[in-house]
């Protein structure tokens, strides 16, 4: 596996994010899910990955700094035809040691509370994130999870 900068105009890439925004847009309502768009990912604020096996777009993931300390994970997603093969420990585990090469001192994330989302939740827990209030500009909502990790 070879995680990639995500190229934000290629055809595999983009038809995962649009996956990604109709399965959070399915699962959670509207206002309560918070996937970033192809315009948000440009944000300067925002870096965005791929992970590769050789041809195959096995997933993606995005960091995006809400200050110098803290940075929180976003647009993790394994491709659907690829799930199981480890893509989604490979882009944490990226992204982890991203935030350790930034001198971030925290990274958190926002996911749902739906059971299509317990998966990434245990992934979450497994690395060491632990449930928080939410940060940033986010409010309590029944149907998301927060959770944050000291780096």
């Known amino acids: 596996m070879e ?3 995500g190229d934000l105009s290629s055809p ?6 649009e996956e990604h925004l109709r399965d959070m847009n399915s699962w959670s309502p509207l206002e309560s899910a918070h996937p970033l768009d192809l315009e948000a990912l440009r944000a300067p604020a925002v870096s965005f990955w791929t992970i590769w096996d050789g041809e195959d777009l096995l997933g993606c993931g995005a960091l995006m700094e ?3 300390e803290h940075a929180e994970i976003k647009s ?3 491709a659907s035809a690829h799930r199981r093969r480890g893509a989604g420990v490979a882009m944490l585990s990226f992204i ?3 935030g350790r090469r ?3 001192r925290r990274l958190s994330l926002e996911t749902g509370s739906a059971e299509p989302f317990a998966p990434s939740r245990a992934l979450y827990g497994r690395f060491g994130f632990v449930y928080c209030e939410p940060f940033a500009d986010y409010q309590p909502d ?3 999870v927060f959770m944050t990790r000291v780096l």
């Not at 595999?12 to 994010?17: G, H, S, T």
Request: aromatic content about 4%; proline content about 4%; cysteine-free.
């Open 12 to 17: 595999a890439v983009i038809a995962l994010l």
């Open 142 to 144: 029944p149907h998301s």
């Open 96 to 98: 982890l040691e991203e």
């Open 76 to 78: 993790m997603r394994s």
């Open 66 to 68: 809400l200050s110098r």
């Open 3 to 5: 995680v990639r900068l």
């Open 102 to 104: 930034r001198s971030y």
